[in-house]
């Protein structure tokens, strides 16, 4: 099956700095999302790209589907960014998404 | 946000028991999703359904079953827990294959 690795796994920033999160992906894919895993353990949608660019506030993301990777920006970091972020993947004729390993965000102040 | 709710949100149970967990939404999507996430596992599909009594088994399915009577309820249930379900159960949908899936709140489930 597809695999999804993501990078770095874990990541410590002080708050109001920038960080770019990494997805490979190891087939063509239909869909990609980016989650992020708040500390209560909800999952919550921030995008939907399985190619090119979108952005939402202060996140962005950027899907290279001919070279199989996505990235995920975050500017200006929050406390509340701190979580879980994962990426996850559809290929071929299914729809059971792949996750990917995720990366562990702490902000601190 | 999608509606999306779950329930029980916690439940602790016996070895042996039947366990049944339910997944409703208000968004009139056609197809429907359990996962469970383990550590070391990341999240994995049990069932999914593409429609009223349409359903189909996912990568994780030994243990459990799935019913879908309604389009807006998501039913799965565990015949006999055991400690090895012992997880968080998420419930998902999307309006259709291969689009965006929204999760639910999650479930955490303890056999003892």
């Known amino acids: 099956g597809i695999q999804v690795e993501q990078s770095p796994p874990d990541l410590i920033l002080q708050e109001g700095a920038n960080s770019t999160l990494r997805c490979n992906f190891s087939?063509?894919?239909?869909?990609l999302q980016w989650f992020h895993q708040n500390p209560w353990g909800q999952l919550i949608n921030l995008f939907y790209?399985?190619?090119g660019t979108k952005q939402n506030g202060r996140l962005s993301a950027t899907t290279v589907a001919t070279e199989r990777y996505s990235l995920l920006y975050i500017s200006s970091s929050q406390t509340t960014d701190s979580g879980v972020y994962f990426c996850?993947?559809?290929?071929?004729?299914?729809?059971?998404?792949?996750f990917g390993t995720g990366t562990q965000l702490k902000v601190e102040l | 946000d999608a509606g999306i709710t779950q329930s029980p949100r916690h439940k602790v149970t016996e070895t042996g028991t039947p366990v049944t967990l339910r997944c409703h939404q208000t968004?009139?999507?056609?197809?429907m999703y359990w996962y469970r996430q383990d550590p070391g596992h990341g999240l994995r599909l049990i069932h999914y359904?593409?429609?009223?009594?349409?359903?189909d088994k996912g990568e994780v399915s030994d243990g459990y079953s799935v019913s879908r009577s309604k389009t807006e309820d998501f039913l799965l249930t565990l015949e006999s827990a055991t400690s090895s379900q012992t997880s968080v159960y998420f419930c998902?949908?999307?309006?259709?294959?291969?689009?965006?899936?929204?999760f639910g709140p999650g479930t955490r489930l303890l056999v003892l």
């Open positions: 998902a949908i999307s309006p259709g294959v291969r689009e965006t899936q929204y």
């Open positions: 087939d063509s894919v239909n869909n």
């Open positions: 790209i399985p190619s």
């Open positions: 996850a993947v559809i290929t071929g004729g299914g729809n059971k998404l792949t």
């Open positions: 968004e009139n999507h056609r197809y």
């Open positions: 359904s593409y429609g009223v009594k349409d359903t």
